[in-house]
């Protein structure tokens, strides 16, 4: 005689009454088609789930919801599954997957907003803003596969923070199916609204354990009508920073780019990246790529940029400098940034963190964290880079050539702890803008204020009493 | 034989026990003494207490916090007592007055970032930015008196939202006292930070019924090198639209004011408020005052203000203009506005709207309002102005000449539904940047969604269970 749990007669029963809803071509439970919604970028994490579900609608995510809540069985939402810290990943639960949540709803030039849903594809949305004259300024290296929901959902960063704010300044609106499966639709196109709390900060950067976002209103901004680009070979970090006032001041909120790079990162891309050009005739130790960028022509642009960086030569903040004299140069110096993460690939096992500073403290914390991590394995090739006029480095480290590449990542921990204690020690954050997911959950526990976890927990409770959204993601459990 | 009720006899134990922590200089009961702090600037309350508390740092605030829930006493939070909304206003509860943490604790212009406590006044905000090179953004009409504590609670809005925000945009870091008296320290000065939920955004804009604000990282901005200042004709609020994207086209993010105002606004100032100027030689029905700022001396912001000047009259969108040649002038030219809400108060009772709609729609919105409130009220002078670029509208209706004061305020409730209704069918907001507090909960509950009524009594619930922190303010009881 054989025996049915219970549990598992009531997730056959759940998921035939999702399939009679969805469809049987959007419940998917074959090992092959599921693959790629379980299958983690750089292998960290392997997925399992019963089935990756499919809805194509706002109400069809309602239904699914309410569906699990009612037969208490958890689910882990995902959008493109881009992200570096396992959020996307389910171990057990359900997978939603709002791909399929892929309309524009409305753009809107005057009032400068678009309606998008979750799963829209986030260049998809740079070229929907750009058709209507109009831009939408978030831009991060897997732009052409991440989805905006999960963009909102992570409260992404990128390359244009400095100027424009992270994803979460980038919202006007949002819609959301919570927990018990009811829609709150908070889609409004407002630039000021104090009508009770703002309950959209509830969603955003919660990486879909309060809810899930099903659609938003963004925020666009005028088209950039010229840009400057550069690229510069500085002494080091000190020297960035002070360019990076220099450059603000000469050019106010034109400055719309100021990303630091190692030598490091820069020779792997040139290395590994086919099509590449080195841009400088001197090898050097630390670089800038600078951006101006404004909607407007009545200043020029390039001229201003030759004059700060000739008086940042003179001060010896600047030793060599390259500035585009074309579009297709410009792209050709964003590449040498944007490959990075990909280049390093080819330099075997990398362990990464995605970490902030203030801004000011990022030399001091770039001197003093490189010299720990060297001094704990050597032949180890740092590879720090990111966004200095944010406070936020990817302090990620190559393994050394010919160590095991296993036996590298298994001193991932150590190098977490020796990276976050000096992180920690600085006021900074162990989680800049890649989020907690899976991955960092521990290490919250770890350097986290008592106070700010169990408020974090009174509001898990308060949301999703039953823990079902994305658990173990964000809060250890 | 006298009896003392329990509370009665609680409360005497209480305020004891406060008085012997803060001393006797800071726990106010006498009715000279508190009348200040219960006084509503424009008469709508009156509000009543049995002592006014002035703890002077975070642990006090704790310890008076801690007690006042050991005891089930509610608490009101007060700053500078200029809330337009009487939130800040007890109604029986005991009043904590902020206004002794009144220390700015750091100022740093490479992180451009200020640290100060609730208790602070705004301009002495803007005044310590300056003193460092800097700017903080942040402007509303009672910036001389209300604390940067209420600002940041209320999510206060203002004249430059349109370049550089909301208050809960510039904003990196809160200390909070939670209900039950234990301090959040999230003071960071971190421009990226993903660790967990943002906790910060519980306590912004909440009007203190989920926490009192103690303390806060603010953002600094680069001080502006040049401005140049227009007062402009315009046939009205379409051609104001037109007008303002052209002007951003021309200087983009220099483009830092744009403030719309009908002609009886203007007049009631120039007829009031000594030493004010008529600044154009006719009398037209709608202005604008635009400013452009920018932190660089490289462009020429009072050409780029001519050249968009004359092609917006050549266009039609502005009948005249003048653009200040001088700082003097700059400033006359901003009394015009800024002494507004000052000025009608000469002209008998005013029935006020805060409201917002999406910015494509105030000419549309309005129109029908206007036509709605004439039609309602013979004579009634309405005084329409505000922030055209956030879609906000102050829409402020002067009583007609002759009529008792009395019973034109007693027509408040009539008009909020006549202007309400307009606003909510516009997909719009009954509370642009006043908040909630008293005076529009009913409002809220009236125009809410249930799901986000329910959302937001979930988190006073889960941040406030005992419902001792500012009751009957934002969320009816």
Chains 1, 2 share one sequence.
């Not at 958890?74 to 359900?94: M, S, W």
């Not at 819609?175 to 639709?185: C, K, Q």
């Not at 070979?233 to 020297?239: E, L």
Request: charged content about 20%; aromatic content about 6%; overall charge negative.
């Amino acid at each position: 005689m054989s025996v049915t749990s219970p549990v598992r007669a009531d997730l056959s029963l759940l998921l035939a009454a999702i399939t009679q809803r969805l469809g049987a071509a959007h419940v998917l439970t074959d090992p092959a088609d599921m693959a790629p919604y379980l299958r983690e970028e750089r292998g960290l994490y392997q997925g399992r789930t019963a089935a990756v579900i499919r809805p194509g609608t706002t109400e069809e995510v309602a239904f699914v919801v309410a569906a699990c809540a009612e037969a208490g069985v958890p689910i882990v939402p995902q959008g493109g599954n881009t992200g570096l810290v396992g959020g996307q990943t389910p171990f057990g639960e359900l997978l939603l997957s709002l791909t399929r949540l892929d309309r524009i709803r409305n753009v809107d030039p005057v009032d400068m907003t678009m309606t998008v849903e979750a799963g829209v594809i986030l260049d998809t949305v740079h070229h929907a803003a750009e058709d209507a004259g109009c831009l939408f300024p978030l831009h991060i290296a897997s732009q052409g596969s991440c989805r905006i929901g999960g963009n909102l959902s992570t409260n992404a960063g990128g390359t244009a923070v400095l100027r424009y704010g992270n994803a979460r300044e980038l919202v006007l609106g949002l819609e959301v199916v919570l927990a018990d499966g009811r829609v709150w639709n908070g889609l409004k196109r407002l630039r000021k609204n104090n009508a009770g709390y703002d309950l959209k900060q509830l969603f955003l950067g919660t990486e879909g354990t309060l809810g899930i976002i099903t659609a938003a209103v963004l925020k666009l901004f005028p088209q950039p009508a010229q840009r400057s680009t550069a690229f510069l070979a500085v002494p080091g970090p000190g020297a960035a920073l002070a360019l990076l006032k220099r450059l603000r001041g000469e050019a106010g909120d034109a400055l719309t780019t100021f990303e630091l790079m190692a030598a490091f990162g820069v020779e792997t891309v040139l290395k590994h990246m086919p099509g590449t050009v080195r841009p400088l005739a001197e090898r050097y130790d630390w670089y800038v790529l600078a951006e101006f960028s404004a909607p407007t022509r009545a200043f020029d642009l390039a001229a201003l940029m030759e004059e700060g960086l000739g008086e940042a030569m003179e001060a010896g903040e600047v030793l060599d400098a390259v500035i585009a004299a074309s579009e297709a140069q410009a792209d050709a110096l964003w590449r040498l940034r944007e490959d990075m993460s990909e280049a390093q690939k080819h330099e075997g096992g990398s362990i990464k963190h995605d970490v902030s500073v203030p801004v000011s403290r990022v030399p001091e914390f770039l001197e003093r964290a490189l010299a720990a991590v060297t001094a704990a394995l050597p032949g180890l090739r740092p590879c720090p880079f990111g966004h200095v006029g944010d406070g936020n480095i990817h302090f990620n480290l190559s393994q050394p050539e010919g160590m095991e590449k296993a036996a590298f990542i298994d001193m991932w921990e150590t190098f977490n702890r020796i990276v976050h204690d000096i992180v920690t020690e600085m006021d900074g954050s162990i989680a800049a803008e890649h989020g907690i997911g899976r991955l960092k959950a521990h290490e919250l526990v770890h350097y986290g204020d008592p106070v700010a976890l169990d408020l974090m927990r009174r509001l898990k409770q308060a949301l999703d009493p039953a823990g079902l959204l994305n658990p173990g993601k964000v809060i250890e459990e």
